[in-house]
């Protein structure tokens, strides 16, 4: 396989899907060497089939607004591959949501559950709808609209959904409550379920805590530890929120956080009731920053900026794709940075991503890094498949093992002397499952 070959060949299949293109792009070269050592993949045309879905699902979603107007937006479901379990992944509500977005996020997915050591394959779905400043029954009627189409292509063993940007456990309780009257089932459907009806607990929490365990790792492998560092977070949103909480328990001291409208500066470090606030101005539906400063005499809001410029021990991009690129990346590196994990999935350019590769920065890409979440929904899975719940400390314990397999594994396919290459080490190791569960099945 010559990945600039297959690159052109998509390149013209798929003009303008720039994401989707990049993140394949990314995994190409850095899986080339590994799959040319394997003459029955490129027989088998491994690559040709992994980097495009299975299927795309795309709809018309209508719905009402509260004053009775009626609006059309697009819902789609990616089913990427299925070849190590059902499909599973994300449901992402925000008005940037297209084809590219949600192509580029089904893939990485495949490769991400493929390192999480369960079962599952990898999908992602969503819609241009946006919920800001929309009301409560707003979002529950475009949830039941968007569902009326999805459910029949779901099931707890053919495609699992869950959250992502914009669906937060209210929006999943829309979407699953939709899912059980229509297809008159009870099952583990969804994940990021409430505990009421099937959730696990630390779900919500996962995703931040996750990171925290394979940053600590990271770290560690280097001889440092995160006690004392400075941590600048990007965004806001859940998973910023499980990030900041579990680095001030390990000791470190938030300085920054994220919105569309700018950046917070709080040099006193946002721990204790300020992490619970978070949650409060995530749901306030705004989707801004600002509040926090206006709360928080000691911090700081510097509007229309990214956090990077902040000299921070480890940059933990939180919000979305692309928000680092190679400007912030250099600079954090020149103010010192030690480590930088994206936690967004794909949340640095390719150009950033190339240039920490080439400086042999600590750096780790998000399907390592953020796949406690996704891997915390596999146990939930499992929970509803078992008609039980584990207790917080064995859901922990679990996605700490776990955290520990996926770092284990982007060192032993990322070793480069005496540093890691994890973007290497976790596509490699990904890619190698996926792959050989797809010869074993046949040419499908
Ligand atoms: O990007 C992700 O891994 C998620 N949004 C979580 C997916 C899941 O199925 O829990």
Known sequence: ???????????????????????????????????????????????????????????????????????????????????????????????????????????????????????????????????????????????????????????????????????????????????????????????????EFGGSLLRPEATGYGALYFVHQMLAGAGMDLSGMRVGVSGFGNVAWGAVKKATELGAKVITLSGPDGYVYDPAGVSGEKIDYMLELRASGEDIVAPYAERYAEAEFRPGRKPWEVPVDVALPCATQNELDLADAEQLLANGVKCIAEVSNMGCTAEAVDYLLARKALFAPGKAVNAGGVATSGLEMSQNAMHLSWSAEEVDARLHQIMSAIHDQCVRFGRDGDTVNYVKGANVAGFMKVARAMMAQGVL
């Open 1 to 195: 396989m010559k990945a600039n070959e297959i690159m052109s060949a998509l390149e013209a299949k798929h003009p303008g899907e720039k994401e989707y293109l990049q993140a394949v792009r990314e995994v190409l070269y850095s899986i080339e060497d590994v799959y040319n050592e394997h003459p029955e993949f490129e027989k088998a045309k491994i690559v040709e089939r992994m980097v495009e879905p299975d299927r795309v699902l795309a709809f018309r979603v209508p719905w009402r607004d509260d004053r009775g107007e009626v609006h059309v937006n697009l819902g789609y479901r990616v089913q990427f591959n299925n070849a190590i379990g059902p499909y599973k992944g994300g449901i992402r509500f925000h008005a940037s949501v297209n084809l590219s977005i949600l192509k580029f996020l089904g893939f990485e997915q495949t490769f991400k559950n493929a390192l999480t050591t369960l079962p599952m394959g990898g999908a992602k779905g969503g819609s241009d709808f946006s919920p800001r400043g929309r009301s409560d029954a707003e979002v529950m009627r475009f949830c039941q609209a968007f569902m009326l189409e999805l459910w029949r292509h779901l099931g707890p063993d053919v495609d699992v959904p869950a959250g992502d940007i914009g669906v937060g456990g209210r929006e999943v309780g829309y979407l699953f409550g939709m899912y059980k009257k229509l297809s008159h089932e009870h099952t583990g459907t969804f994940t990021g379920k409430g505990m």
